[in-house]
């Protein structure tokens, strides 16, 4: 059965300190992993998708990458509306349709 | 052009009743799924919809149905509701799962 571990559960961080969010997966033939921002109460919104190992993409403060067996996704210079949690869902294809969601991280970015 | 779109945003029902949550995917997505986030936890894949069946479900009591529609937009249906369901309901909705999904804003379920 497909897994998928985030860690840390929180972090904290000063605005300006750079840092990496792990997703560690475990998943038969992975056809793409998910990095989605969800904020309190809302649903989770898309921020990449990776589909090989070496993947790389950015956005703004957000760089996303994937080896065979995890993901990172490093922050840099953060600011304070960079905190959110932070999910990632890996998706394995054939006859799964589903995303298999890690428990995400909560991260904190004090002014 | 509207994303995925949820109702009702909240909803406080009583153990035991009946509860039916709506969902219309963004424009152009045929494929509907329906996930359940306790507090603190991901995303639980519940089904997914595509051409108005049942492709896919996971790990969920009968309880738990669903529908899709002619026009793709879909609905979950709980019965005999439990304090467990209490949750946070998503639908998410693509044209091609392997582009990824679109969530809407869910809806918070509270059961007492």
């Known amino acids: 059965e497909d897994q998928v571990t985030q860690s840390p559960e929180a972090l904290r961080l000063q605005e300006g300190e750079s840092s990496s969010l792990n997703c560690s997966y475990t998943?038969?033939?992975?056809?793409?992993l998910f990095w989605y921002r969800q904020d309190p109460g809302k649903g989770p919104e898309f921020l990449f998708t990776?589909?090989?190992a070496g993947e790389e993409k950015e956005k703004e403060r957000l760089k996303a990458t994937l080896t065979k067996k995890e993901s990172f996704l490093h922050i840099t210079a953060p600011k304070p509306e960079d905190s959110a949690t932070y999910l990632c869902?890996?998706?394995?294809?054939?006859?799964?349709?589903?995303?298999?969601f890690g428990k995400g991280t909560l991260l904190t970015v004090n002014p | 052009d509207a994303g995925v779109t949820q109702s009702p945003t909240h909803l406080i029902k009583t153990r035991g009743q009946q509860v039916t949550l709506r969902c219309s995917p963004k424009?152009?997505?045929?494929?509907v799924s329906w996930y359940q986030q306790a507090l603190g936890q991901g995303p639980q894949f519940i089904f997914q919809?595509?051409?108005?069946?049942?492709?896919q479900r996971g790990n969920f009591p009968d309880r738990f149905s669903g529908h899709q529609f002619p026009n793709y937009s879909s609905e979950l249906n709980v019965n005999a509701l439990l304090l467990g369901d209490s949750a946070l309901y998503l639908c998410?909705?693509?044209?091609?799962?392997?582009?990824?999904?679109?969530f809407g804003s869910g809806t918070r379920l509270t059961v007492v």
């Open positions: 998943v038969s033939g992975l056809r793409g």
């Open positions: 998410a909705s693509s044209p091609d799962v392997n582009y990824g999904y679109t």
């Open positions: 990776l589909y090989s």
């Open positions: 424009s152009g997505h045929d494929t």
């Open positions: 869902a890996a998706y394995s294809g054939g006859s799964n349709y589903k995303l298999t």
């Open positions: 919809y595509y051409e108005e069946e049942e492709r």
